[in-house]
């Protein structure tokens, strides 16, 4: 229902909920999960049904008196007529209330989809404006997904101690130990407890230790999990999307792309190859591979991934120093890169993802005697170990070390930061021929030593 001049909105609704909550005041419980005092467009119904609300938040009875003076006092102009009225409805079921509930709520959305195309036609037809052009399109598609989102998020405040209950329920029940999104990596999921929405893992390293293969095992690991819900979107700013098939198909099969290059292969490869491609098949894995996105791409993309009947678990930018930076305004580097390391924790929290991102380091490592990364070799900017929740380091000794065999295959996964973990080496073991990590299967192998 419309009125005339074609805004979205129902009288009867909006008096039916209010009716409802003046004659029960318990109705309350039902329409407050559903609506809010600003999802009305009768100003006269939702000074009244805030009145209900502020004379129960105070303790006291919400009768007619109470709430007629209350709003008075307020010098809301309002009739006793009206409030007479209201008092004198008809009670509503619960079903008839929720259904009420949910008119009010869709033609709300309905007024703010209005209003936010309003101010998007401003914003695009503005060409004073500075902002760039990309800036100003993921505003108006991200204030048009708020609207989306609008009623169905949970509230972001709650008292402590309607929460603390909860937390006790889920740790007697082993539900808070259940973890996040597993990698496949036995010993980090372990450390880690899995990978957590919100959370921005920044997996580092210098050139050639194998942040690309690392990062595909794991979002292949996670893509072809049957318990995971939702794509696996990886962003590849370095490689095409063929380059990286042909290391997914490497990886999986345990073939090396050289065999099938070199039209090599025997009849057990060919049928590894075979299983391998029907696994990627299946799998929930998704690659972009334009080359210098900004954050706002990534997360335009996301946010439509998001948003789709699959959903989104996994996000994996390769690498952060090859993205572009949103405004073109005479910032430092660093500036740049704290602000995209900003924008990725964001994104992580905005879809409630966990975000894997690659990242360079310096050149510290080469010039120590021990080559192990640390925090302080992160490239360009401290502002990334700052954002992230997780630092982790990949650490090949046979890159320094080429003629020792010992070093042969040793790789180590070092984390370095975990904000609610602790932080220690694991061993992994580099299939070069695959581009392929995979568990160690020493017990011994915690650290290498020369």
Known sequence: MTDLSGIPQSWDAEKAIVGSVCVDPEAIGVTASIIKPSDFYWSSLRFVYEGIVKVLESGGPATKIEVFELLRRSDSDLSA??????????????????????????????RRTIEVCRLGIVGATNLSSEKPVRQVIDEIEAAILGVQEDGRSES????????????????????????????????FDHMTNGLSGGELVIVAGRPSMGKTAFALNVAMNVASQRSTSGDVAVFSLEMDRDSLMQRLLASESRVSAKQWQNNSLSGEESKRLGVAAATISTS???????????????????????????GLSLILVDYLQLMRPTENNGRSREQEVAQMSLGLKALARELDVPVICLSQLSRGPDQRTDKRPL????????????????????????????????????????????????????PLVWQKAYTRFDNSASKTQERFTY
């Open 156 to 187: 972001s405040s709650a008292r402590a101690r309607d929460l603390i209950s909860g937390l006790l329920n889920r740790i007697e029940s082993q539900e808070v130990f259940s973890g996040g999104i597993k990698t496949g990596f036995g010993k």
């Open 375 to 426: 925090l302080s070799d992160l490239r360009e900017s401290g502002a990334i170990e700052q954002d992230a929740d997780m630092v982790c380091f990949l650490f090949r000794p046979e890159y320094y070390f080429p003629n020792d065999p010992t070093f042969q295959g040793a790789a180590e996964l070092i984390i370095a930061k975990q904000r609610n973990g602790p932080t220690g080496v694991i």
């Open 284 to 310: 929930s894995l998704w690659i972009d591979d334009r080359a210098s996105q900004t954050v706002l791409d990534i997360r335009a993309k996301a946010r439509r991934l998001a948003m789709s009947p699959q």
């Open 81 to 110: 007529d009206l409030i007479e009225d209201l008092y004198a409805s008809d009670p509503v079921n619960t079903a008839h209330l929720e259904s009420h509930c949910g008119i009010v709520s869709d033609y709300a959305a309905l």
